[in-house]
């Protein structure tokens, strides 16, 4: 699965910072300069009575003014900045989680300092960014450890290697708005079991209700029967409907789509999952006519720095592909962004509070298509990205009397050539 996940990223067109920002949609510059707006610290941080009683936030608020010079003038919002009160308040709520968080991830790094030893911190730095942002924003469900369905591949040819494979990945963080979905007027009846559950049903049922078996006497007097040559069958490809096309989840064929359909607002992982990650969100909210950039954050194992990132599809699609281009931008901002770093942690949360008209945003147009989403599929319509839902017909008739396992090798031998001549 490694090498499809690798395949996917290669294609993925990563925009440079430096870039001309007229080259990018208008929606992507508006985003992109809210971000980095939002990256500042509210001027009452600077002195006066600390607002927070955790002792960890007010050591981290000691070290953060300790540290206030001319080096870091521009983190600060402009002195002629007015805050309301309320929203003072709730900022203050997000502070003080981020700085509790910054505490633990300080830990971290202080212990490996001491004992020499790298320690993973990525479940840290999630857990900042996940608390942040609950604190921050509200209606939003941050789902960890979510198992994101892959997209198929980009050039809409059948690749048969992909029915040896895992088709999902497990990704640290989705946040996502829920938009219910319409209920059917006539569901049908559908097996919420996996196929492996129903088998061994029927093996069960089958034993307690036909004929008893016979005893070991009968069976040794029973005249010996010629047994048929086995032939080893391809178990059936079970396709889910394509109502799954509106979610990202990886859920099994047999279950009926849920009645609440998440779609992503920002996502985190790490640099090689981000891509492929992006895409397949991207892609899912293509079938919700959502044409807004996605916000991402990338991480590494056993480093504090975290990148960000926006991703968005290329308009116009190409005579040779399936699915649109996906576009990743790295958004420059003033300072690395070095969770273990009081200010940077306060920062970044600032920035999640800005983009609740983002996400406004994004939520009214769900809401606004989500009946358009909901007879697309059900007509069979909608725009086919996920990998679990591909089906070749034209690759599977015309090949029927081959071996699966040769198809394979050919698939892998055309791949190694492809590698070679880049």
């Not at 992507?28 to 707006?37: A, E, F, G, K, T």
């Not at 309320?86 to 989680?97: A, C, G, I, Y």
């Not at 942002?133 to 941050?142: E, F, G, T, V």
């Not at 600032?350 to 697309?376: C, H, Q, T």
């Amino acid at each position: 699965m490694s090498a499809y996940v690798e395949l996917i990223g290669r294609d993925v067109s990563f925009r440079e910072p430096s870039e001309d920002a007229s080259s990018w949609p208008s929606s992507v510059s508006q985003l992109v300069q809210s971000l980095r707006n939002e990256l500042k610290l509210p001027g009452w941080l600077k002195s006066g009575p600390i607002p927070y009683i955790n002792q960890r936030a007010v050591g981290l608020i000691d070290q953060l003014r300790a540290s206030a010079d001319a080096s870091n003038v521009d983190l600060w919002d402009a002195p002629d900045k007015i805050i309301d009160k309320d929203t003072e308040q709730r900022l203050n709520v997000v502070f003080n989680s981020a700085l509790v968080d910054c505490a633990r991830v300080q830990a971290v790094v202080q212990a490996e300092n001491f004992t020499g030893t790298p320690y993973p911190k990525e479940s840290f730095l999630v857990i900042l960014v996940r608390t942040a942002i609950w604190d921050a924003l509200a209606r939003l469900s941050c789902l960890e450890e979510v198992p994101v369905v892959l997209p198929r591949h980009f050039s809409g040819e059948a690749v048969p290697i992909l029915n040896y494979m895992a088709k999902s990945i497990y990704v640290p963080l989705v946040v996502s708005i829920c938009q219910e979905m319409p209920a059917e007027e006539s569901a049908p009846e559908v097996d919420h079991q996996s196929s492996d559950e129903s088998e061994e049903d029927s093996t069960v049922g089958s034993e307690s209700s036909g004929c008893s078996p016979p005893t070991l006497s009968e069976w040794l007097d029973a005249p010996p029967t010629n047994k048929p040559e086995e032939v080893e069958e391809e178990p059936a490809q079970v396709i889910p409907p394509p109502q799954f096309e509106a979610y990202f989840f990886a859920y099994r064929p047999s279950m009926v789509p849920p009645p609440t359909c998440h779609i992503p607002v920002m996502c985190m992982a790490d640099e090689e999952q981000i891509p492929v990650l992006m895409s397949s969100l991207l892609y899912q909210r293509r079938v919700w006519h959502i044409s807004d950039p996605l916000v991402g954050l990338e991480f590494s194992k056993y480093d504090t720095v975290i990148r960000l990132f926006v991703g968005w599809l290329e308009d116009d699609l190409s005579s040779d592909r399936a699915l649109p281009r996906v576009h990743l931008l790295e958004v420059e901002t003033p300072v690395t962004l070095d969770l273990a770093s009081p200010s940077v942690a306060l920062m970044v949360s600032r920035m999640f509070f800005g983009l609740e008209p983002y996400i406004s945003g994004i939520r009214d147009a769900a809401k606004n298509s989500v009946d358009k989403v909901f007879s697309e599929t059900q007509t069979r319509s909608p725009f086919s990205w996920r990998i679990d839902t591909d089906v070749q017909h034209e690759e599977t008739s015309s090949v029927e009397s081959d071996d699966i396992r040769e198809k394979v090798r050919r698939w892998a031998k055309n791949q190694s050539c492809s590698e070679e001549e880049e």
